[in-house]
């Protein structure tokens, strides 16, 4: 076995079931392994390199960061990329207020305190979360607890009390379990881990009078929907139901850790001092790093691309569902598309890698594209013609 793997193994807990190659670099949407195989990248590491690799303006935004001589300053100070990075975000979502945290789990976590710190100010114990069945949210306590899926779970207990899962896209079953102790509802405008799942227009909608009706939060997580990744800002400013909460990270930071907590209207004075900080919160590089990507996602002509893209992705994925019985349906929006296949698809994806083409799962039947967004038809017709070449030979 290769001698960094063998390491990593001595030297790691066990968390990830890692493929057993080593990536040292890239260009484009190709990565490499330090033994000089190519590979394309369907994947973006889990939709966070949405340049892909070599992005020089990314590239050149992090070298003056790292030339002044400080990467980090302290939220105790004001840092200017971290300002303008705000900024844009506000002005790109239309929502009022950012706080920058590190990770998506932790924007959650930032995202939990405020519903709850929201409810218990207009009631005592209006502090009771909805969130969605299947939905993933993280792994630290209160984004595991809101996550609805049993398996992340189960050997954690004792979870955070209050919290309830109802069964995604069905307003019905949403409506008959809020009670007077609601103070928040989560939606993944497309559930990413569960299985590539979009929201239904409908279903934010009387999502969002329900939560009017009954002054209670609305919490988009967009930790990986978001980001320019089916052609507009955010997924949900394709249905125009504004949340009053949501939460970023994963591609924010173009692939340097950074996560965000948007707030508006009610929600966004909610955190006041002493109430939610982070030491690395939106640093000097982070917050660079983020600056960047949101100063893209200002260009129409980089969301167009999107656009054009996932029609082009989708409609050879539809090609290869004709001639494939195994594939059962192809679903989701943008550049976050996922194959529903009629079995596990962790030997399709070993076939993958072995034949050049990185690409993720979405739980075991699954196969999920969230490539970079500057990926080109010749290189999606490439990613479907390996793909067709496994298919071929392992179903
Ligand atoms: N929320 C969603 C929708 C996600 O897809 C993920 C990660 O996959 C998270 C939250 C957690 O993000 P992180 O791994 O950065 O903590």
Same mark, same amino acid.
């Given at each position: 076995m290769d001698k960094i793997i063998e390491q990593g193994k001595q030297a790691f807990m066990e968390t990830y079931a890692q493929f057993?190659?080593?990536?040292?670099?890239?260009?484009g949407r190709h990565v490499h392994d330090h033994a000089g195989k190519r590979y394309l990248d369907m994947v973006a590491g889990i939709a966070v390199n949405i340049f892909g690799y070599g992005d020089e303006r990314l590239s050149a935004a992090l070298k003056a960061v790292?030339?002044?001589?400080?990467? $980090?300053?302290?939220?105790?100070?004001?840092?200017?990329?971290?300002?303008?990075?705000?900024?844009?975000?506000?002005?790109?979502?239309?929502?009022?207020?950012?706080?920058?945290?590190?990770?998506?789990t932790e924007a959650n976590e930032g995202a939990l305190k405020l519903v709850r710190k929201y409810g218990s100010s207009?009631?005592?114990?209006?502090?009771?979360?909805?969130?969605?069945?299947?939905?993933?949210?993280?792994?630290?306590?209160?984004?595991?607890?809101?996550?609805?899926?049993?398996?992340y779970q189960k050997s954690f207990k004792p979870l955070?009390?209050?919290?309830?899962?109802?069964?995604?896209?069905?307003?019905?079953?949403?409506?008959?379990?809020?009670?007077?102790?609601?103070?928040?509802?989560?939606?993944?405008?497309?559930?990413?881990?569960?299985?590539?799942?979009?929201?239904?227009?409908?279903?934010?909608?009387?999502?969002?009078?329900?939560?009017?009706?009954?002054?209670?939060?609305?919490?988009?997580?967009?930790?990986?929907?978001?980001?320019?990744?089916?052609?507009?800002?955010?997924?949900?400013?394709?249905?125009?139901?504004?949340?009053?909460?949501?939460?970023?990270?994963?591609?924010?930071?173009?692939?340097?850790?950074?996560?965000?907590?948007?707030?508006?209207?009610?929600?966004?004075?909610?955190?006041?001092?002493?109430d939610h900080a982070a030491t690395f919160g939106g640093n000097l590089l982070a917050g660079a790093a983020a600056d960047c990507v949101l100063e893209r996602l200002e260009d129409a002509t980089f969301l167009s691309h999107v656009q054009k893209s996932s029609e082009h992705l989708k409609q050879e994925l539809d090609?290869?569902?004709?001639?494939?019985?195994?594939?059962?349906?192809?679903?989701?929006?943008g550049l976050m598309l996922g194959v529903q296949m009629d079995r596990p698809v962790r030997p399709i994806l070993d076939a993958c890698m072995e034949a050049g083409l990185i690409l993720a799962n979405a739980g075991t039947d699954v196969l999920r594209f969230v490539p970079p967004l500057t990926i080109t038809q010749d290189e999606i017709d490439e990613a479907? $013609?390996?793909?067709?070449?496994?298919?071929?030979t392992h179903l």
């Open positions: 057993p190659i080593v990536l040292t670099g890239g260009k790292i030339d002044s001589g400080m990467l $980090h300053c302290s939220n105790l100070y004001w840092n200017p990329y971290a300002v303008q990075a705000a900024t844009r975000l506000s002005r790109l979502s239309g929502m009022e207020k950012v706080f920058f945290c590190n990770s998506g207009k009631k005592e114990g209006k502090t009771d979360i909805i969130t969605m069945q299947q939905s993933f949210h993280g792994r630290t306590y209160g984004s595991m607890t809101a996550t609805g899926q049993v398996k955070v009390p209050g919290f309830s899962y109802a069964p995604f896209n069905d307003i019905g079953a949403l409506r008959a379990m809020v009670t007077e102790k609601t103070c928040a509802i989560f939606i993944e405008p497309i559930q990413g881990e569960g299985g590539v799942i979009p929201a239904t227009d409908e279903f934010l909608v009387e999502a969002r009078a329900l939560c009017d009706e009954k002054d209670i939060l609305l919490v988009y997580d967009e930790v990986q929907c978001g980001m320019g990744r089916t052609g507009y800002p955010f997924a949900w400013q394709k249905s125009k139901v504004k949340p009053d909460v949501m939460t970023l990270a994963k591609a924010l930071g173009g692939g340097v850790p950074i996560g965000a907590v948007v707030a508006d209207g009610k929600a966004a004075k909610v955190l006041q001092p002493g090609k290869l569902q004709l001639r494939f019985d195994a594939i059962k349906e192809i679903r989701g929006r479907v $013609h390996i793909l067709s070449g496994v298919l071929a």
